[in-house]
């Protein structure tokens, strides 16, 4: 008589990988945000990736930034344009705020501590003019830009932020200065930024232009909620 | 010495094909996500330029090789893993070549979801990025075991020979593999 043939636990082992991880696309992120309430912050546990950030550019280098020479221009539909140094920055009003930043792409860092100035004050000097509705937020990062309404960029915990964690913003986080929203995506938290300009509405950014939303509010844009 | 044949060029060339395609995915991944990399290298579009087409070559490459080689002797060594049964492999061996197998397909499915998520929402999940990060945890994981037993831990690291000639010493094969009847070379 033939010998039993033996089980195929290979294909079993297989096949239930596969489904696994193919069935993950669903379960993956709540299971993971539960996992990480419950341990305090899990992402911390994860070597190397610093409270889970992952740094996006779109072009081939990151700006560099020089405290004698980086101005931040405030222009447009403005009475007054201004050229801001990075220490009369520093002199307005100091605003800190903490955050949760998400990425459109999944991932979240919680609790950021941001510190840096609210747009009212850098455009109490400037004076935006009756015919502004949009802001325009242009990075060093070239061709980046991107749009926010003036409403959306009257929310309290807007700010344009010079200080993470407690350290002046890093090079990678988009020295000196970037924007923070913390209601949308991390698309519209423009880095490196150089100019803020008031214009007569919101125009599609960056991404927006290869069909992200607009307006992208977490959890309601970009294909995520109803 | 007296040699006996452990692998097909075919089995061989497969092998090769497929640890330098996950090494350069490995790397060009690594600079994509870890910040300091990313900071060093810079870059970036060309970096994501090169893994995702890497990880296209990667596959056809793979299989490539399985359509112009010795199919019947890979659909005889994949029937020899499926078993469990220790043979010219052990039990740790074959689930390890599973589970790359596996990762395989999941790194394809969850790379190309990245891919067209960024151009299409409907393509677009908050948990993809999750898992192909995961994925390369549990595979760099696997790679690091397998890289010491067969390059430094001195009692099995003989078994490289065969993975680049094609041929081990008998007597370690006797050894190492017992229920294993290989052919003289």
């Known amino acids: ?226 | 010495m007296k040699l006996v044949r452990r692998f097909s060029r075919t089995e061989r060339t497969l092998h090769w094909v497929n640890a330098t395609g996950f090494l350069l995915l490995l790397a060009t991944g690594l600079i994509l996500y870890l910040p300091r990399l990313s900071v060093l290298v810079g870059r970036r579009p060309l970096i994501k330029d090169i893994h995702f087409w890497g990880g296209v070559g990667w596959v056809s490459a793979l299989a490539l090789v399985a359509l112009l080689g010795d199919r019947r002797g890979l659909l005889r060594t994949a029937g020899e893993i499926e078993t469990f049964q220790p043979s010219r492999f052990n039990v740790g061996q074959k689930v390890n070549a599973v589970l790359n197998a596996a990762f395989t397909v999941l790194f394809l499915a969850s790379g190309l979801l990245l891919f067209f998520g960024e151009r299409d929402t409907r393509f677009r999940f908050a948990s993809t990025v999750l898992l192909h990060d995961g994925l390369m945890y549990a595979a760099l994981g696997l790679l690091v075991g397998h890289l010491y037993l067969a390059v430094i831990h001195p009692a099995t690291r003989h078994s490289l020979r065969g993975m680049t000639r094609g041929t081990v010493n008998a007597e370690w094969a006797k050894r190492h593999y017992p229920r294993w009847a290989p052919p003289a070379d």
């Not at chain 1, 081939?60 to 020479?69: C, I, K, L, Y």
């Not at chain 1, 803020?196 to 939303?213: C, I, K, S």
């Open chain 1, 1 to 226: 008589m033939d010998a039993p043939t033996p089980k195929r636990y290979g294909r079993g082992l297989f096949l239930a990988t596969v489904a696994g991880g193919l069935t993950s696309i669903a379960w993956g992120k709540p299971v993971w945000t539960k996992v990480s309430a419950a341990l305090g912050p899990a992402e911390s546990l994860v070597p190397f990736v610093p409270q889970g950030w992952r740094i996006y550019t779109v072009s081939g280098s990151m700006p560099t930034f020089d405290r004698a020479t980086w101005r931040l221009e405030i222009g447009g539909l403005v009475d007054r344009k201004l050229s801001l140094s990075y220490d009369d920055l520093r002199a307005l009003p100091r605003a800190h705020q903490i955050s949760d930043f998400h990425c459109v792409t999944g991932w979240t860092v919680k609790n950021v501590r941001w510190g840096g100035v609210r747009l009212r004050d850098v455009f109490a000097e400037a004076k935006p003019q009756f015919d502004a509705h949009g802001l325009q937020f242009v990075s060093a990062e070239i061709p980046y830009v991107d749009y926010l309404t003036l409403d959306q960029g009257r929310i309290p915990d807007v700010m344009l932020a010079y200080e993470m964690n407690g350290k002046p913003l890093a090079r990678e986080h988009g020295a000196p200065l970037r924007l923070v929203i913390p209601e949308m995506y991390g698309y519209k938290n423009v880095k490196w930024l150089r100019e803020v300009n008031l214009v007569p509405q919101a125009e599609p950014g960056y991404w927006e232009q290869l069909g992200y939303d607009r307006d992208a509010w977490v959890g309601r844009s970009n294909g995520y909620g109803a």
